[in-house]
């Protein structure tokens, strides 16, 4: 059964690009089928799988709006079994024009809902804000949405916030929106502020952390930049290690939890 998973955190920068693309590629390694579906505008998680606007006729916009089948529109990435659902700037334009739409909120989810049993797994990265782009992310993720939180000061700042969007969602729009883990990101150990970020949303959050911690590493951020994920481009790296363990903990979690339905 296919598991949808949305990234959501408001804060930009704190790492659910990386958390999107690294998951997938770790996942399609191990043998298991991924789409990745892009609904920001930014387009980061397109351009790190190495897919260039330039060669794109079609996007994740033309889908949302109904003016291209999602089968026409998703691509192949070079990882074997990854295949993604890429973004254009143009998405910009869709937080504007759905507004006035039918359901505006449920367009992804309803979308989506064509690949259900085609992927094992399908993690859909939003942009750094509560817009319409990510209701419809937190709206079509049928097994939760994994938090993303950088080990920085200030960490906490705005998850109230993304709480209540994220309670808003389950109680009037998608009553199966659980919190399916929260991600420690960008921790550095030579620093105390770090441990105390962890210790603090540790705290917050009893029973959602994952335990695997992604160290702040170069090799992450230097990746993207090549059209590569971890898992190519410095597979033995600390940062590739710590994905491929959250990987890892992820499908631990599932075997003992039942899929959507
Ligand atoms: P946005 O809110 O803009 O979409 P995001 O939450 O998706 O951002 P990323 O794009 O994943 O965050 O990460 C922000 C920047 O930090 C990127 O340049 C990325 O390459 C880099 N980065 C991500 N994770 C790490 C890490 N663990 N160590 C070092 N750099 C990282
Ligand atoms: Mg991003």
């Known amino acids: 059964m296919t598991r949808v998973y949305a990234l959501a955190n408001q804060k930009g920068g704190v790492g659910k690009t990386t958390t999107a693309v690294s998951l997938g590629a770790y996942l399609a390694a191990a043998g298991l089928s991924v789409l ?6 930014q387009a980061n998680a397109t351009s790190s799988l190495g897919v260039s606007r330039k060669i794109l006729t079609h996007s994740a916009y033309d889908v949302l709006l109904d003016r291209a089948p999602l089968e026409q529109v998703i691509v192949q990435t070079k990882q074997a079994r990854m295949d993604l659902l890429p973004a254009t700037p143009a998405l910009a334009g869709a937080e ?8 505006r909120e449920y367009q ?9 049993g085609r992927y094992d797994y399908v993690f859909i990265d939003s942009p750094p804000s509560l817009g319409l782009l990510t209701i419809n992310a937190l709206t079509a993720a049928r097994d939760g949405v994994i938090i993303p939180v950088q080990c920085e000061y200030l960490a906490l700042e705005g998850l109230g916030q993304l709480l209540k969007t994220v309670y808003m969602v389950r109680d009037s729009l998608n009553p199966r929106l659980i919190i399916a883990g929260v991600v420690l990101t960008m921790y550095d150990a030579r620093t105390n502020l770090s441990k105390q970020v962890v210790e603090e949303i540790r705290r917050y959050f009893p029973a959602y952390v994952f335990k695997a911690i992604i160290p702040r590493t170069v090799r992450l951020s230097e990746a993207p930049s090549y059209g590569e994920t971890i898992l190519h481009y410095a597979p033995a790296s600390v940062g ?3 994905y491929q363990a959250l990987a890892r903990e992820l499908v631990q979690r599932n075997r003992t ?5």
């Open 240 to 242: 590739a290690l710590a």
């Open 96 to 103: 504007v024009e759905l507004v006035a739409a039918d359901k």
């Open 257 to 261: 939890m039942p899929a959507g339905d």
């Open 108 to 116: 992804l989810g309803r979308i989506l809902e064509r690949v259900i």
């Open 36 to 41: 990745l579906v892009d609904v920001d505008p």
